[in-house]
């Protein structure tokens, strides 16, 4: 069964940094699994794309995060990270990871906020980071 699960969301005090978790199961992310990504959802609002990683290690970031947060893969332990560094009280919210197999995360798709939220096959069911300022 394919699985994804998130760990790491924590409350914190801005300017301080979290790191997130997602381990798949069920099948591979070396060879299954073309794009991975981190989305985020905060209350009243649409979930939004966050940060992205394609097969071949090449990222992609929101405008709002960049240069704060890094992505990261490790096919061997099948798992992705979100290092958020500099944390602000708007990055409070819901994350969820996700991953995308098929040709709607291909092509350089992966990497484009916010179609690459429609290319994703499987989701997490999210992990609460809150910022306090």
């Known amino acids: 069964r394919v699985q994804l699960v998130e760990s790491g969301g924590a409350s914190v005090q801005a300017g301080r940094s979290v790191k997130l978790s997602c381990v798949g199961s069920g099948f591979a992310f070396k060879y299954e699994t073309y794009c991975l990504g981190w989305f985020r959802q905060a209350p009243g609002r649409e979930r939004e794309g966050v940060a992205a990683i394609d097969i071949d290690g090449s990222t992609g970031y929101a405008d709002s995060v960049k240069g704060r947060f890094i992505i990261s893969r490790d096919n061997v332990e099948n798992t992705l990270y979100l290092e958020m560094n500099s944390l602000k009280p708007e990055d409070t919210a819901t994350y969820y990871c996700?991953?995308?197999?098929?040709?709607?995360?291909?092509?350089?798709?992966?990497?484009?906020?916010?179609?690459?939220?429609?290319?994703?096959?499987?989701w997490g069911k999210g992990t609460l980071v809150t910022v306090a300022s």
């Open positions: 996700a991953a995308g197999m098929g040709p709607g995360v291909q092509g350089g798709w992966c990497l484009v906020f916010p179609e690459n939220e429609y290319g994703m096959d499987e």
